[in-house]
């Protein structure tokens, strides 16, 4: 009896350890403090967080409507911390351990008992738009899965991954903007593997120091490309080659999900339109490197940024001329 009942408590002893451990080697601020701070601060915390990175895939957008700016905030916020736990810990275990701490967080949201800054924010948004649990709690099904799982049999799996990792994001982006409905979903979904899809091909080297390959395991045997030939850091012809099949099927999946754009307001239309410029973008710098992602990573100037967001605005300026526009619901 005596053993039965000191092994949950070591277990228990256990998980704390790996959770303190896990949270002394992410910054001091990610930490759950004692008492919740108010809205007001939990405001100003997610967004001095969301302007303070900056990544392919932003939901802290300057477009959108002033009112709706804390519910992006708060979404990015939240997506930044959970990406954080899973990758930038060092640990599987102390990752683990975190990811299970915040999926409570994440629980005791949706109950009204929120304490880390991150939820006193997204209560806040989960009331004001109606913002099912699903798309939070499957990004942090992807980053558990990430812990574990390294290596992709098929595009259909790592789509299937997709769902969880990228998917999500769109989705919440929808919620927050009253933009909902399953064609909408659908259509986002494609956009958002899309960016994965893209983000993926534009990392390969980096992601396999992390130990991952998401590169198909069937499409590079069919090219005849080993992980061996990822760590060589040699584009062979075979590599390039198997880029450039991953490349043409991510743009693909660009080209189905564009027809959002002109699906939503204004407002989240011009954010979608950059998003996917964005995407085409790497896949273009990807092109302009003969499919060598292995001697550097293609990356976006800021020039080119800039034109993204000139040809989006401009998309704008024109849809503004067509009748039965509308303007982006604001935040009750």
Request: with cysteine.
């Amino acid at each position: 009896m005596k053993t039965a009942t000191l092994q949950p408590d070591n277990q228990a002893r256990d998980n704390k350890a790996l959770i303190e451990q896990g949270w002394a080697a992410l910054p001091p601020s990610y930490r759950i403090p004692e008492v919740a701070p108010t809205l007001a601060e939990a405001r100003d915390y997610c967004r001095r967080l969301a302007e303070s990175h900056y990544e392919n895939f932003h939901v802290a957008s300057w477009f959108l409507p002033k009112a709706l700016r804390p519910h992006f905030h708060a979404i990015y916020a939240y997506c930044r911390i959970s990406d954080d736990l899973g990758d930038e810990v060092g640990d599987t275990a102390q990752s683990l351990a975190l990811l299970g701490q915040w999926s409570r967080e994440l629980d005791a949201c949706y109950e009204g008992r929120a304490r880390h800054p991150v939820f006193v924010a997204l209560g806040e948004t989960i009331r004001a738009c109606s913002i099912p649990k699903e798309p939070f709690s499957d990004l942090l099904a992807a980053f558990r899965q990430d812990q574990t799982v390294t290596r992709y049999a098929s595009m259909q799996d790592l789509l299937a991954y997709c769902r969880y990792s990228a998917n999500p994001v769109g989705r919440l982006v929808l919620h927050a903007c009253g933009e909902t409905g399953e064609e909408r979903f659908r259509l986002s979904d494609a956009t958002c593997s899309a960016l994965q899809l893209a983000n993926f091909w534009q990392d390969v080297r980096k992601d396999y120091a992390m130990g991952r390959v998401y590169m198909p395991q069937d499409d590079m045997a069919r090219f005849g490309v080993t992980d061996e030939t990822i760590a060589g850091g040699i584009a062979t012809p075979g590599f390039r080659e198997l880029v450039r099949f991953e490349v043409d099927f991510a743009r693909g999946l660009f080209e189905e999900g564009r027809a959002l754009v002109g699906k939503v307001a204004r407002d989240l239309a011009l954010d979608l339109d950059l998003f996917t410029r964005g995407g085409l973008e790497i896949l273009r710098a990807i092109e302009r490197q003969d499919y060598d992602v292995l001697a550097s990573r293609p990356a976006i100037s800021r020039g080119t940024k800039v034109k993204l967001a000139m040809g989006a605005v401009g998309g704008r300026t024109l849809g503004l001329l067509r009748p039965g526009g509308r303007s982006a619901r604001r935040a009750p």
